[in-house]
């Protein structure tokens, strides 16, 4: 597999109580990233500041905390507001032929078929902390929507 880029995104095993990468999975078609590492920093920063409460940044949804809990990634990050535990990396998946409500991806095979798709697909990737429930968005590119060499007719099964 290729070094480790930008265009990278750590997979785990569903169900996995440890929630450690299995591995990395390169996505075709994420030539065009958001990051939102500054806004996140200036969230952060005004919260440290006293311009914004506790309550105002953790404000996870539960449909998120569950997500983080059940199917998130947990990384080597601590959380910038409680700094008790690691925060929990969600993917979050909007495109044709998904749910109105996007998909929330779990495994490194179902972001595979994704990325192997012929029509693109927004990926969003938040970062949650599963203790005081703050959450940001951290990144978003597009997943998938390149032409393959072999392609045949509409897209790959999902």
Same mark, same amino acid.
């Given at each position: 597999?290729?070094?480790?880029?930008?265009?990278?995104?750590? $997979?785990?095993?569903?169900?996995?109580?440890?929630r450690?990468?299995?591995?990395?999975?390169?996505?075709?078609?994420?030539?065009?990233?958001?990051?939102?590492?500054?806004?996140?920093?200036?969230?952060v920063?005004?919260?440290?500041?006293?311009?914004?409460?506790?309550?105002?940044?953790?404000?996870?949804?539960?449909?998120?905390?569950r997500?983080?809990?059940?199917?998130?990634?947990?990384?080597?990050?601590?959380?910038?507001?409680?700094?008790?535990?690691?925060?929990?990396?969600?993917?979050?998946?909007?495109?044709?032929?998904?749910?109105?409500?996007?998909?929330? $991806?779990?495994?490194?095979?179902?972001?595979?078929?994704?990325?192997?798709?012929?029509?693109?697909?927004?990926?969003?990737? $938040?970062?949650?902390?599963?203790?005081?429930?703050w959450?940001?968005?951290?990144?978003?590119?597009?997943?998938?929507?390149?032409?393959?060499?072999?392609?045949?007719?509409?897209?790959?099964?999902?």
């Amino acid at each position: 597999m290729d070094a480790v880029t930008e265009s990278t995104i750590p $997979v785990t095993k569903a169900g996995d109580a440890r929630r450690v990468p299995l591995q990395t999975v390169k996505l075709p078609g994420s030539d065009a990233d958001v990051d939102y590492r500054l806004a996140r920093e200036a969230t952060v920063r005004a919260w440290r500041e006293g311009r914004l409460t506790r309550e105002q940044i953790c404000d996870a949804q539960r449909e998120l905390q569950r997500n983080a809990e059940f199917c998130g990634t947990t990384t080597t990050r601590p959380c910038p507001v409680c700094e008790q535990q690691y925060l929990v990396e969600v993917t979050y998946v909007f495109g044709p032929r998904l749910p109105s409500h996007g998909r929330c $991806v779990s495994s490194a095979k179902e972001m595979a078929r994704l990325a192997a798709r012929k029509t693109p697909s927004q990926g969003y990737f $938040v970062e949650i902390c599963t203790s005081c429930h703050w959450n940001h968005l951290i990144r978003a590119c597009q997943i998938g929507g390149k032409q393959h060499p072999r392609g045949g007719a509409g897209d790959v099964g999902v």
